[in-house]
């Protein structure tokens, strides 16, 4: 697929804006037959690198990729697959699998009784958030495969043998480093893709493309607590109000205001529920007269009141 060019400044709010969370490693080392399944996960990802050996991947709509060594694997819906030497291999459930652990994060998975691990590969499960662009998180594949070997993704392979390394290290620290360079490699991927084409995702492609429209999405995530009026966003976007409301509405599928409105509360679950800040505290980022008033807002746009998400991550 031809590489697009993005909108530098929109593309750089959607990375900075991306977190991964609760991030869960193992050092997978197989011998010649294995089989692994890895179960549906809604709301987080799983990512794997295969460093040695040959697998396959059976994914839940029965499509199988072959992996080789260098191959990466990123399913950002936490789909439900299996990994295995062949079809015939027994396959265990990975979540029931004895571990030996190596620090908070990481364990070291082993099959087979003697030493020789014919397959290695790193497997991570987090969750996968894109902050105010996590509407982009459905237009997304259920699998993104990578050749970390290749031009397009050159500075993966060193990062990802980084990562390897300190996995197998068990030092000081280690969940802290593994979670700095697993961001890097996440937003090297999500680059990739969006670089692709976002799988002819057309309405974030041609927002990407349209530098009249992004300056306008860019306002918006910039200031997300500003009382936005269309015709504001048009003048960013140098249109008049009526040519950009209906672009906008045509390119994004929603009309500017309910995607402002949507955008502010995105935001706020991620400050209520993972910044742990206090209700009153966002209500006035993000520009509203009242507690009440946010309360309000959110609970119409989200469907739960802010104090349920501010409790969903200590439950």
Same mark, same amino acid.
């Given at each position: 697929?031809?590489?697009?060019?993005?909108?530098?400044?929109?593309?750089?709010?959607?990375?900075?804006?991306?977190?991964?969370?609760?991030?869960?490693?193992r050092?997978?080392? $197989?011998?010649? %037959?294995?089989?692994?399944?890895?179960?549906?996960?809604?709301?987080?990802a799983?990512?794997?690198?295969?460093?040695?050996?040959? $697998?396959?991947?059976?994914?839940?709509?029965?499509?199988?990729?072959?992996?080789?060594?260098?191959?990466a694997?990123?399913?950002?819906h936490? %789909?439900?697959?299996?990994?295995?030497? *062949?079809?015939?291999?027994?396959?265990?459930?990975? *979540?029931h699998?004895?571990?030996?652990?190596?620090?908070?994060?990481? %364990?070291?998975?082993? !099959?087979?009784?003697?030493n020789?691990?014919?397959?290695?590969?790193?497997?991570?499960?987090?969750?996968?958030?894109?902050?105010?662009?996590?509407?982009?998180?459905?237009?997304?594949?259920?699998?993104?495969?990578?050749?970390?070997?290749?031009?397009?993704?050159? @500075?993966?392979?060193?990062?990802? !043998?980084?990562?390897?390394?300190?996995?197998?290290a068990?030092?000081?620290?280690?969940?802290?480093?593994? $979670?700095?360079?697993?961001?890097?490699?996440?937003?090297?991927?999500?680059?990739?893709?969006?670089?692709?084409?976002?799988?002819?995702?057309s309405?974030?492609?041609?927002?990407?493309?349209?530098?009249?429209?992004?300056? /306008?999405?860019? $306002?918006?995530?910039?200031?997300?607590?500003?009382?936005?009026?269309?015709?504001?966003?048009?003048?960013?976007?140098?249109?008049?109000?009526?040519?950009?409301?209906?672009?906008?509405q @045509? !390119?994004?599928?929603?009309?500017?205001?309910?995607?402002?409105?949507?955008?502010?509360?995105?935001?706020?679950?991620?400050?209520? /529920?993972?910044?742990?800040?206090?209700?009153?505290?966002?209500?006035?980022?993000l520009?509203?007269? %009242?507690?009440?008033?946010?309360?309000?807002?959110?609970?119409?746009?989200?469907g739960t009141?802010?104090?349920?998400?501010?409790?969903?991550? !200590?439950?």
């Amino acid at each position: 697929m031809d590489q697009i060019v993005p909108s530098s400044d929109l593309m750089n709010e959607l990375l900075l804006g991306m977190r991964l969370r609760g991030m869960q490693y193992r050092r997978i080392h $197989a011998s010649d %037959s294995f089989g692994f399944a890895f179960k549906a996960k809604p709301g987080c990802a799983y990512f794997h690198f295969l460093a040695a050996g040959t $697998a396959h991947l059976l994914s839940e709509d029965g499509a199988i990729q072959t992996l080789s060594a260098g191959n990466a694997v990123f399913l950002p819906h936490g %789909s439900g697959h299996k990994i295995f030497s *062949d079809p015939k291999a027994v396959v265990l459930d990975i *979540d029931h699998c004895d571990v030996m652990p190596l620090s908070e994060t990481v %364990s070291a998975v082993k !099959t087979g009784l003697n030493n020789t691990s014919h397959t290695i590969f790193f497997s991570g499960c987090m969750e996968f958030d894109l902050g105010g662009l996590q509407g982009l998180v459905p237009l997304m594949p259920e699998l993104m495969m990578i050749d970390a070997t290749s031009q397009r993704y050159v @500075e993966l392979m060193p990062i990802l !043998t980084a990562m390897e390394k300190e996995a197998c290290a068990g030092r000081v620290g280690d969940a802290g480093i593994l $979670a700095r360079l697993a961001d890097v490699v996440m937003a090297v991927i999500v680059r990739g893709w969006v670089e692709c084409g976002c799988g002819n995702s057309s309405a974030f492609v041609t927002a990407l493309r349209e530098p009249r429209l992004s300056r /306008a999405i860019l $306002a918006l995530h910039r200031q997300p607590g500003h009382d936005w009026t269309v015709a504001e966003l048009a003048a960013e976007s140098g249109l008049s109000r009526s040519v950009f409301a209906k672009r906008f509405q @045509e !390119t994004i599928g929603v009309a500017p205001l309910r995607y402002a409105g949507e955008l502010r509360m995105r935001i706020a679950r991620t400050w209520l /529920a993972y910044d742990r800040m206090s209700i009153e505290r966002v209500a006035e980022r993000l520009g509203y007269a %009242s507690q009440a008033a946010f309360s309000r807002a959110y609970k119409r746009i989200t469907g739960t009141s802010p104090g349920h998400s501010r409790r969903e991550q !200590t439950t």
